[in-house]
């Protein structure tokens, strides 16, 4: 039947659209407290409290009926966050113009980490805008993590 996270993104995606919402990602996942399933959703224009409350509601019975997990967990339902990593194109999209954080496996000029202003993307790459007007275009499979940078 495959893994937990992507038999509950099956089940998810279609709720979540009759809400007007898009399921980004299902992360099945152990923590201090016991298992934990997150669904975290997203729209146009941010995600609620209230938005996240009627899709835990509206998942509730038919994750119930899946039964995809043989012990107890926890259901969280959750927005993205402001900070939340760039991972699919829609994250990418959010963050142009804005300042993003690079991190990569190995060092590029001596550096891992590398803050600039996204300018370009695509499915395999990005472009950031450093200093002096000058690119660096990365292939997203050579960053550990791409992040926002929070400034306030």
């Known amino acids: 039947m495959g893994k937990v996270s992507d038999q509950v993104f099956e089940l998810a995606t279609p709720i979540a659209q009759d809400l007007g919402l898009e ?3 299902v992360l099945y996942e152990k923590k201090f ?3 934990h399933l997150t669904i975290i959703i997203d729209k146009d224009g941010g995600v609620s409290i209230d938005d996240c409350e009627r ?10 009926e899946l039964d995809p997990i043989d012990c107890s967990y926890t259901l969280n339902v959750s927005s993205p966050g402001i ?7 829609r994250d990418y ?4 113009g804005l300042k993003i954080l690079v991190k990569l496996y190995k060092p590029l000029n001596g550096k891992k980490n590398i803050e600039g ?21 990365f292939n997203k499979k050579d960053a ?3 992040e926002p940078v929070i400034e306030f």
């Open 23 to 25: 399921v980004l990602e």
């Open 33 to 35: 407290d016991g298992m």
């Open 55 to 64: 899709m835990h509601r509206a998942i509730d019975a038919p994750l119930d």
């Open 83 to 89: 900070d939340r990593p760039l991972k699919l194109e």
């Open 93 to 96: 999209r959010r963050n142009m």
């Open 117 to 137: 202003v996204l300018v370009a993307y695509d499915e395999e790459t990005f472009t950031i805008e450093i200093a002096n007007n000058q690119t660096l275009t």
């Open 144 to 146: 550990a993590k791409v």
